[in-house]
């Protein structure tokens, strides 16, 4: 596998785990929980967690990521009718904004669109100049 192609490849598996993540924000969008510490909420599950990327560029070219927290992991929200709501009917909600996961989401098809398309060029480059030598 040339450089290029390894290249690619790293952006092909950072943006699938980008798009991983983000899907499961948002399937997860409403997953409410108790808030933190409330009087009986430990026998409710608690609010989902949701996750971010952090892609950084390596030294020999490609991308690594990884997934971190996202900090906080909820918000206080209105929702009085929730069994596990505390006495002022507030509830733990993930803190997802559905706006980012929409950038990310499209962040993650460009890019992949982008590396598999370098790849695409790596393979062809690679076949004309097996075919010279030839």
Do not use: C, H, W
């Not at 290029?4 to 929980?33: C, F, K, P, W």
């Not at 929409?102 to 790596?122: E, F, G, H, M, P």
């Amino acid at each position: 596998m040339s450089i290029a192609s390894s290249i690619a490849v790293s952006g092909l598996s950072a943006a699938a785990l980008r798009l991983q993540v983000s899907a499961e924000n948002v399937a997860n969008v409403y997953s409410a929980g108790p808030l933190p510490g409330a009087p009986g909420g430990a026998s409710f599950p608690g609010v989902y967690v949701p996750q971010s990327i952090d892609q950084v560029a390596l030294s020999d070219g490609s991308v690594g990521a990884s997934v971190t927290a996202v900090s906080p992991a909820s918000v206080p929200t209105f929702a009085p009718s929730a069994p596990f709501a505390d006495s002022s009917g507030m509830v733990a909600m993930p803190n997802v904004d559905l706006t980012n996961e929409a950038v990310q989401q499209l962040t993650a098809r460009i890019s992949y669109a982008a590396n598999l398309a370098v790849l695409k060029t790596d393979m062809q480059m690679t076949s004309a100049l097996i075919n010279i030598t030839a």
